[in-house]
């Protein structure tokens, strides 16, 4: 039984990755605007399906990749532009509701154009797998952690070399304080729910390189985020990432060595856990729980 | 101890806002009695769907409108309570009408579990988050407790029985349910209407400024999630009587996002806009009917638009054509 | 015995000692004032009466009895009751919904009596709304009973936020800035205010900026500097006082 | 005591009025059969909508052929987005407002549940593909199957891995949902009465993006044979992930995955080959002349938005049309004046009834309202020449 505990954690690892890319875009968003955003998930299966109509346009990957992730900007900022600025003060619930609005909406669009057909994205390299020592490794495992890594390292280079990152802490800590020194404060929720929202499309460009697109792509995946997110500890960058990997990982080992019907629900037993144990999570401050 | 400040002495009069008589509330269920004399038994079965989702949205809003924390875990109770309601029915063989109680009942102990998070101090998206696993959880209990629930293939329920009375009838189950209605609205309105409501009024509003006045903020809490819990599981029991057959899948995410907008359309925090809500949102996949495919953008727009242009709700544009609609919180 | 003692207070966030070591005491009928620049420790020393903040070491005595360690609630129930700097108002209920929130422990209808509309309970719901009103109305301001507070102006907000402190008849009142954003004239009348409730025999403590208000209607003033108490003196002493002028000095 | 008394005479009142039982002509004119066509065409489960427009295909070709008797076939859509409060509010919206004379489709089993007691009653007739086994086990008067449901499926899925003596150990991978359960608790039946061994039952959740798990666990546990009770996603993710590991057992997927696109997005013959069966519920192969019939049935009648976006239709049309080719025999079989009774006394009527599409010929009695039994098993033989077999190895035709 242990011989497969190896395996278990590099899949594990694998899976976890995606799960940070879709903790760590929905943080960007959190951290910039201190909402989050119940409808990340559609912003996830938009993405796969903008790189499916680019790709169709004859693009090869690399380039409809970018223009996906563009228009995902693009469309994140706007919809933070158009319909959460005018209620930015309001309740939180109609902020959340808002978010969860527009994604049922854009899951229902996605669905009337594509929710009849099978539609699947080409792998921009070969599906080979190799031996790790006693460990299978895939093509898709080694690009999509490499994916995730280059943005991740670039991400951190926009936040901790670069005067953004300083920005997005000022705007978190006072929305006030930071218009006071000159920065657009509108704008720069606009610009970074879109750096959001292009994130998660490219988690789930990355999720539909294995798997067939389908307008319900999305729900899963911000369940999951939010798990990753709850157990790194909420509104940490490096929290996200590390609850990720741990929840993939937590995933394989919980179904192995327990019973494959705990698979889907260790996102949910995680969130419950952190709250009975460590509500601020692995690295969070206490911000989250009430002063 | 210091003397009395004030002495409520001769007062000036003040302009009292304008007020109807409590009894002409009576006339609106006494005018929906005859209702089943001209409806057929597919738009009565549309009016019981809207009596079912009356409980469920006012219970909904006591939470997250009146106490204002994002508890996203309505559906729990929600099944919690068409469970009950079922598994008295068909493993005991409890007539329907024994079974409404125990149902509001085990609602009600599942608003006390789901307020730990908010008892422990979570709120905002991270309660939302946590809430939201709460009834994801059960939902997963459902599937299989399969002794229990019938899993994944749910249960048939008996018809419902009132006093020996089978209501196979969907005329005959409006008047249970009409009951049922206007009993949980009547309750919840005195209840929203005493030192309670206040309570979770000031604790939206400002939680601190509340314990400052002298109220427990956690033992309210956990009276309005366990308020809520009650209401909804009832209406959870009268879902199980109207449907007849229950599945997990009826208590999943989508279901919690048609209850959101249930009270979100009706009006954060009104009663008359949950009643309201329960009915436009009801009926709505009715007129989308020639659309089919088109539901689930068309009502994604239809909550953004309420969103951005009545924030309040339906129950706002009411108390805009009259301060008689206006929600109150006091008695005199 | 004073009815507040505050003895040796000292509040920790962290590192940073917000209030070092001070006492102070309110006695009955007594207005004392606590002034100092910002980032003095004032609030801070008012939240840890009010129990919005845990002390470090020391005492913090009401009628005698230990209320550090309780929780807000329970020393608003004992009779501590206070105002808020930024307006603690709930803006969603109207003026009298406000007072009457004010008056929550004096509301005594359980929750039964309140379903089943009860006689008592209604009766206790009734005479309530009725107190509500009238202490508006002494207050002048009754016209406004049904308003949302959120629409009322700031000097109607200030006092319907006395009111809803005053409700329940407590011997301490904790008055955070009241007089901020008020016009003149509005702060006159918080001035009598004030006078008339002390000489009614309330104690209150006021924290205040508007150095002239503070100087006409305290008996006593109490002056913070970096958490430490540097002066404590009827109003006409704290003025010619040296450390106090550096205090405030030091800031400019 | 004024609002009791007024509330018991308005209940008495309602309670005598005559429940008006629907008329056993209803939905019946001189020129027209109108006909209620039920099924998700939103949410989620909107991808099964091909199983309502496969009939209505048939329906359409029937009426360019004149209709029965004279009679052509109306349809009035309805959609229950695959959730019982709504699937009863379709139903009901079709028998007492739209006035059908039966109900077709509904392929959502928690629907179909649900609307029953109330099809029952009024004496509805339905057919439908919903494949739980309760709609008409025991029999129900106006009820019928002529589709496979999950107690045939599960046990040609079990009984074709079994028809290999080698293959005795068994694991079933499964969601946690109503289908996969139809499917599989019949073959988990089957195994246990005919030798087998089930090792383990392992979930596979929808909306898994891996499967390592599942993979790993039939291999420690050396399961000989897997039965895969899961949808096209999943399925494909366990076939992918058992190579990937080396996991050599044959697999056995349910109805509900397309075995053509499955083996397509695999993308890897090593995974499918000789690997990879699933029931087959029709006589011939997709796309071959045995079926080109009604290939071109659909593609003459279905509209732009009924057909797939892109490519030819799937076997879900297929699976659809049965129903309403029997639909249509039982009405021709009623006569010029069909009512209820005598649409289910012509549907009882049916034997051997060659529907053109189906392995099995339709066989109904007035104790049996199950069309179907027999299966076939499709797969990819060691060449990867895609071959229909009527048992382990041996090739049909």
């Not at chain 2, 005493?194 to 000031?202: E, I, K, N």
């Not at chain 4, 295909?57 to 052929?65: D, E, S």
């Not at chain 4, 990879?276 to 019939?293: D, N, V």
């Not at chain 4, 025999?329 to 009774?341: L, T, V, W």
């Amino acid at each position: 039984m242990l011989a497969v505990l190896p395996q278990l954690v590099v899949s594990g690892i694998a899976t976890g990755m995606l799960y940070a890319l879709i903790a760590l875009s929905l943080t960007v968003g959190y951290r910039a605007t201190t909402v989050v955003n119940f409808g990340h998930g559609e912003m996830v299966m938009a993405g796969a399906y903008a790189l499916f109509v680019f790709a169709g346009f004859g693009l090869s990957f690399a380039p409809a990749l970018i223009l996906a992730l563009g228009l995902l900007f693009l469309w994140g900022a706007l919809t933070q532009r158009v319909f959460m600025r005018p209620i930015i003060s309001g309740p939180h619930l109609s902020l959340a509701m808002m978010a969860l609005a527009i994604g049922y909406a854009m899951r229902g669009g996605a669905r009337l154009r594509w929710g009849s057909e099978v539609v699947t994205l080409t792998r921009p390299y070969s599906q080979d797998v190799f031996m790790l020592g006693p460990m299978v490794v895939t093509m898709d495992d080694l690009a999509i952690s490499g994916f995730v890594l280059v943005l991740m390292g670039s991400l951190s280079i926009l936040f901790y070399l670069t005067p953004v990152g300083r920005l997005v802490q000022a705007v978190f800590q006072s929305q006030r304080g930071a218009a006071l020194v000159g920065l657009n404060v509108h704008a720069f929720h606009a610009m970074m729910w879109g750096v959001g929202a292009a994130l998660g499309a490219a988690g789930g460009a990355l999720l539909g390189l294995f798997l067939p697109l389908s307008p319900d792509m999305g729900v899963w995946t911000l369940v999951r985020g939010f798990a990753a997110m709850t157990l790194g500890g909420f509104g940490s960058f490096h929290g996200a990432v590390i609850g990720g990997l741990l929840l993939g990982v937590m995933e394989k080992l919980l179904g192995f060595y327990i019973n494959t019907v705990f698979i889907d629900i260790t996102a949910y037993l995680i969130t419950i856990l952190v709250l009975l144990i460590r509500p601020a999570g692995l690295f969070g401050r206490q911000t989250v729980v009430r002063i | 101890m210091a003397q009395p400040i004030v002495t409520p002495g001769p007062t000036s009069p003040t302009p009292r806002a304008p007020r109807l008589p409590r009894w002409l509330f009576w006339l609106i269920p006494l005018a929906l009695l005859p209702l089943p004399l001209y409806l057929d038994q597919y738009r009565q079965y549309v009016v019981n769907l809207i009596l079912v989702y009356v409980p469920v949205a006012i219970g909904f809003n006591v939470v997250i409108g009146n106490l204002g924390l994002l508890a996203f875990c309505n559906v729990a109770f929600f099944g919690i309570g068409a469970y009950t309601s079922g598994v008295l029915a068909l493993k005991l063989g409890l007539p329907w009408w024994v079974t409404i109680l125990p149902a509001g009942l085990m609602g009600a102990l599942a608003g006390a579990a789901a307020s730990v998070p908010a008892l422990r101090g979570v709120r905002l998206f991270y309660l939302a988050i946590m809430t939201l696993a709460f009834g994801e959880l059960l939902r997963w209990v459902y599937i299989r407790w399969v002794p229990v629930t019938g899993g994944s293939f749910g249960m048939s329920v008996p018809p419902p029985n009132v006093f020996g009375w089978v209501l196979d009838n969907e005329g005959h189950k409006y008047y249970a349910f009409l009951a049922l209605a206007v009993i949980t609205v009547v309750l919840t309105d005195r209840l929203l209407r005493s030192r309670f409501g206040r309570a979770f009024m000031a604790i939206k509003d400002n939680e601190q400024a509340a314990a400052a006045m002298g109220i427990p903020t956690d033992r309210y809490i956990l009276l309005a999630f366990a308020w809520s819990g009650f209401v909804v599981g009832i209406g959870g029991s009268m879902y199980a009587a109207l449907i007849g057959h229950i599945t997990p899948i009826a208590f999943d995410l989508t279901e919690l996002i048609l209850q959101f907008a249930v009270v979100m359309v009706g009006g954060l925090g009104s009663l008359t806009g949950s009643v309201l809500g329960a009915a436009l949102i009801t009926t709505a996949p009715e007129f989308f009917r020639p659309f089919p495919g088109f539901l689930e953008l068309l009502f994604g727009v239809l909550i953004v638009l309420v969103i951005l242009f009545l924030p309040r709700g339906l129950a706002s544009l009411l108390a805009r054509l009259h301060p008689l609609f206006v929600d109150r919180y006091y008695r005199d | 015995m004073a009815l507040l003692e505050i003895d040796n207070v000292t509040v920790r966030f962290g590192g940073l000692t917000a209030v070092d070591e001070v006492s102070l005491t309110v006695g009955a009928g007594e207005v004392c004032a606590v002034i100092g620049p910002n980032g003095a420790g004032k609030t801070t020393l008012f939240n840890a009466v009010s129990g919005n903040a845990a002390i470090g070491s020391g005492r913090i005595l009401f009628q005698g009895e230990p209320i550090h360690g309780l929780l807000p609630h329970q020393i608003s129930a004992k009779g501590v009751r206070r105002t808020f700097q930024n307006g603690g108002l709930f803006g969603d209920l109207t003026a009298l919904e406000n007072v009457l929130v004010g008056l929550h422990a004096r509301v005594e209808s359980g929750i039964l009596g309140v379903l089943l509309a009860s006689p008592s309970a209604r009766r206790i719901e009734t005479e309530a709304t009725a107190r509500a009103r009238a202490l508006l109305d002494l207050m002048e301001i009754g016209h406004v009973a049904d308003q949302p507070a959120a629409q009322l102006s700031g000097g109607q907000q200030r006092i319907v936020e006395i009111v809803r402190a005053l409700a329940t008849e407590p011997p301490l009142l904790l008055l955070d800035e009241p007089a901020v954003g008020l016009a003149p004239h509005m702060r006159e009348q918080l001035v009598s205010i004030i006078r008339r409730l002390a000489g009614q025999g309330i104690g209150i403590l006021l924290i205040e900026h508007a150095i002239e208000l503070v100087m006409s209607v305290a008996d006593r003033v109490v002056v913070l500097n970096y958490g430490k108490k540097v002066a404590d003196a009827p109003p006409a002493a704290v003025r010619a006082d040296k450390n106090v002028l550096e205090a405030y000095l030091g800031h400019v | 005591m004024r609002l009791t008394k007024i509330f018991l005479t308005v209940a008495a009142a309602v309670a005598t009025a005559s429940p008006a039982f629907a008329d056993n002509m209803q939905g019946i004119t001189d020129k027209t059969i109108k006909i209620g066509n039920m099924g998700p065409f939103s949410g989620e489960a909107a991808v099964f909508n091909p199983l309502n427009y496969g009939p209505e295909a048939y329906l359409r070709y029937i009426n360019a052929q004149g209709g029965v008797h004279g009679r052509k076939f109306e349809t009035v859509f309805a959609d229950d987005a695959c959730n019982e409060a709504k699937g009863i509010a379709a139903a009901r919206k079709l028998i007492y407002e739209d006035k059908v004379f039966m109900l077709m489709g509904v392929p959502c089993s928690g629907v179909a549940m649900a609307i029953k007691p109330m099809l029952e009653k009024e004496g509805i007739p339905w057919v439908g593909p919903a494949a739980n086994p309760k709609l008409t086990r025991p029999t129900v008067p106006a009820m019928f199957h002529v589709t496979y449901t999950g107690i045939e499926s599960g046990q040609a899925m079990a009984g074709f891995a079994m028809s290999n003596p080698a293959l005795k150990k068994i694991a079933i991978v499964e969601h946690s949902n109503d289908w996969a359960h139809g499917y599989c608790n019949p073959a988990s039946e089957y195994i246990k009465s005919h030798g087998g061994e089930v090792l383990e039952r392992i979930a596979m959740e929808r909306g898994s993006t891996d499967g390592t798990t599942q993979a790993l666990k039939i291999k420690s546990i050396g399961a000989q044979a897997v039965m895969g009770c899961l949808y096209q996603q999943e399925l494909i993710i366990l076939l992918r992930d058992m190579q990937k590991f080396g996991v050599t057992a044959p697999v056995i997927g349910a109805l509900g995955a397309d075995f053509d696109q499955t083996v397509q997005q695999v993308n890897n013959p090593a995974a499918v080959r000789d690997k990879f069966f699933q029931p087959y519920q029709f006589k011939a192969k997709i796309g071959t002349p045995a079926l080109k019939e009604f290939e071109d049935m659909f593609t003459k009648y279905l509209t732009k938005d009924e057909l797939p976006k892109a490519g030819p239709p799937t076997n879900f049309y297929y699976f659809g049309i049965p129903v309403a080719i029997v639909t249509v025999e039982a009405f021709k079989r009623a006569g010029a004046s069909p009512s209820r009774e005598k649409w289910i006394a012509a549907m009882e009527s049916i034997k051997d009834f060659d529907t053109g599409v189906l392995a099995d010929k339709i066989n109904l009695s007035k104790d049996n309202h199950v069309g179907v039994q027999r299966m076939f098993a499709v797969g990819l033989d060691k060449d990867g020449k895609q071959t229909i077999y009527s048992s382990w190895g041996k090739a049909q035709n």
